[in-house]
């Protein structure tokens, strides 16, 4: 008889765990609050505007198709990539900065706007490939439960090139003092929820990705890769549930034996929880079976909240890329009300995300839909007028660089922030990424994926790897991993 996999969760962690373990054998059935698959990367549609709720990069593509070729599938049997050229595009206080896909024509932007800095950009991108590879197929797929993990003399010799003691900013300080190539080369930490000066120099394997890897959009969205997370679940035989919110578990020893909806009682051999690592553990484990303290969680790093705007306008947006960064600010008065004295910014960066620019698809013919973020420190309560107030804000920086109020041709209108992380999601103190990846919640350091419990494991954007959907996709394998090891089929 087969063992049961119970996943709370349909989100990449949840998904990806769910296709791993029902491949190696297991009766896996996911359980899911919401109405669909995706989790923080569901899709909203409205009188023709189609928009992602969650990510929109489609970044490190090398981790996807791993993902699939398990399988022995490709991205390819489920959904359609186009890389974008440019790949996104800047503002700045003078206007926007393109940053193109070619590496050559990378590499004469930096040379035009500090000469002789291609050189050292080719340097500082072959030392960041390195890191990659040795960061993600050595260290992020590493279930980090014990530092003897690590005790290996790839890993060991790897470990001294890794820069996990030295910050991001001062290595690219000696790439570049230009103060605009400077800020395109620490923008991917922002990913990671960390300023750059308290992230590890590690992560400029973001920028091997951001340049060489480059950046892609599946057609019809980031909720076109759920979907294929979802079809290839089903075909390994993943059972899926739905509007089936976990409200918590009956017991057998120190293992759990079931997991409750309501009265419904789920039985279960084994249990993946891809939902909120402290919600789980602190709302629906009993006090006697939770690893953590409510003043540990209390204390974690977390990276940003969110604002988030999902604009359908009624016209066509000129002079900004499908991807557009609004760094018309000052980064690091923008980072310190974020990170050091979280506060609501005075002038925030922001983020905008136009999928109709590269697919028809995503609004009515001659018209856009418009998605803007705002980075935002966690726990900060919001109103109505205080979104109606930051909207304001960035119609105006965004009228000055363009020259078009985007206000007298929105059509419709929704915006989430942190009530709606912790009321859609049960989102840690309205966390958007999960942990920031300082140097202190790397690896061992972060919340184990194993619970106290026997047969409880966590997977997603607070556990190892960390934050962002590549990290969550390894974290389901992870999991997997570690469960077909300690709970096997025979």
């Known amino acids: ?79 359609e ?46 030392d960041a490939e390195y890191k990659y590879r040795v960061g993600i197929d050595d260290l992020v797929r ?31 300080a000696k790439v570049v003092s230009h103060p605009k ?45 759920v979907q294929g997370f979802y079809q290839l679940a089903q075909e390994q035989g993943v059972k899926f549930h739905f509007n089936q919110e976990v409200t918590g578990f009956a017991y057998e020893g120190k293992s759990i034996s079931g997991v409750y909806v309501g009265n419904t009682l789920h039985t279960a051999d084994v249990v993946v929880a891809s939902a909120d690592y402290a919600h789980v553990e602190q709302k629906l484990v009993k006090p006697e079976f939770r690893r953590y303290t409510a003043n540990y969680w209390a204390k974690r790093k977390m990276a940003p909240s969110a604002f988030m705007y999902y604009l359908g306008l009624d016209t066509k947006l000129t002079g900004l890329e499908h991807h557009t960064l609004f760094f018309d600010a000052d980064f690091d008065t923008h980072a310190d009300a974020i990170y050091t004295n979280p506060r609501w910014p005075e002038k925030p960066l922001f983020y905008l995300s136009i999928a109709s620019a590269t697919d028809p698809s995503a609004a009515p013919e001659g018209k856009d839909a418009l998605v803007i973020l705002i980075p935002m420190a966690t726990g900060l309560e919001d109103d109505d ?53 300082t140097l202190d919640q790397t690896a061992i350091l972060k919340p184990s994926l194993k619970g106290k419990l026997n047969n409880l494991y966590y997977a997603g954007q607070l556990t190892v790897p960390g934050p962002g959907v590549p990290p969550c996709i390894i974290s389901g394998e992870v999991v997997a991993r570690e469960i077909t090891k300690e709970h096997p089929l025979v």
């Open 181 to 225: 190539l400077r800020q395109l080369l620490e923008f991917p930490v922002l990913f990671l929820g960390a300023t750059p000066s308290n992230t590890p120099a590690l992560y400029s394997l973001m920028n091997y990705s951001d340049f060489a890897q480059g950046t892609w959009y599946p057609v019809g969205g980031m909720y076109s890769v």
């Open 81 to 126: 990539l186009r890389r974008l050229d440019p790949s996104y595009s800047i503002y700045f206080e003078d206007g926007p900065m393109p940053i193109p896909a070619q590496m050559s024509e990378i590499e004469a932007l930096f040379d035009r706007l500090e000469p002789g800095s291609a050189v050292r950009l080719r340097a500082f991108l072959k």
């Open 1 to 79: 008889m087969k063992k049961k996999a119970i996943v709370i969760g349909s989100g990449f962690a949840g998904m990806s765990s769910a296709a791993y373990l029902a491949q190696a054998g297991y009766e896996v059935e996911v359980l899911e609050m919401h109405d669909g698959p995706g989790g923080r990367g569901r899709q909203w549609v409205h009188e023709g505007y189609t928009f992602d709720l969650g990510p929109s990069f489609y970044w490190m593509p090398d981790v996807f198709e791993t993902f699939f070729g398990h399988f022995g599938k490709k991205s390819s049997d489920y959904y």
């Open 142 to 172: 590493k279930p980090s439960r014990s530092v003897l993990e690590f005790a290996d003399v790839r890993i060991l010799t790897g470990l001294l090139r890794m820069d996990l003691l030295r910050s991001i900013r001062s290595s690219i």
């Open 385 to 437: 007028a205080t979104r109606q107030r930051y909207l304001d804000m960035v119609a105006e920086r965004m009228k000055a660089q363009i020259g078009m109020d985007i206000r007298e041709h929105i059509v419709i209108q929704r915006s989430f922030a942190y009530r709606d992380f912790v009321k859609e999601y049960h989102a840690h103190r309205g966390n958007a990424y999960g942990l920031a990846n």
